[in-house]
């Protein structure tokens, strides 16, 4: 038994080393390639005050296409439910939750590789005043299953910095 748990350890090195090796020979770019589940979003204000914006069991991805496009949804895991099972006649506390719990945006991305900064080309989000913008975020951590970037210029809780962490998804 202990034999058989040392093989089982050497290979599970081995393969975690292959896969890092295979990472560190992609560029930035090449590595963000895929689908990653959103896992949490913390903000933080200039005071030092911390926010969960979508709660603590958001849902939500972010992908990203070979061809530099990308699409991200951030959902709370706890919106609430529309009583009248319509999507157009929610309450005004309903819709404000709603708004409130979720952010959607898509359009292309650029990656600075010396700087190991990500930047979205935002063509539509459901916070219109993004549309048309671009977003520059450093990208903190990223292995071949976890990305943590940093917007330094988070939407909400101005002026506050927003740290978004993903798991690759299987």
Request: glycine share 8%.
């Amino acid at each position: 038994m202990k034999v058989m748990r040392m093989v089982v350890a050497v290979l599970a090195i081995g393969i975690g080393a292959g896969t890092a090796a295979a990472q560190q020979g992609k560029t930035l770019r090449e590595q963000l390639v895929g689908t990653w589940e959103f896992i949490i979003a913390e903000i933080t204000t200039t005071e030092g005050t911390k926010t969960f914006p979508f709660g603590e069991r958001p849902k939500g991805m972010l992908i990203f296409t070979e061809g530099g496009s990308f699409s991200q949804v951030h959902v709370s895991g706890d919106l609430p439910l529309i009583a009248s099972k319509n999507r157009l006649a929610g309450t005004p506390e309903q819709n404000t939750a709603i708004v409130h719990g979720s952010l959607a945006l898509f359009g292309t991305y650029t990656v600075d590789e010396a700087k190991k900064a990500l930047t979205f080309h935002i063509v539509a989000s459901t916070y219109p005043n993004q549309q048309g913008t671009s977003q520059t975020r450093t990208i903190d951590r990223l292995t071949a299953d976890e990305f943590i970037n940093t917007n330094p210029a988070a939407s909400r809780d101005v002026p506050a910095v927003a740290s978004n962490r993903y798991r690759r998804a299987k």
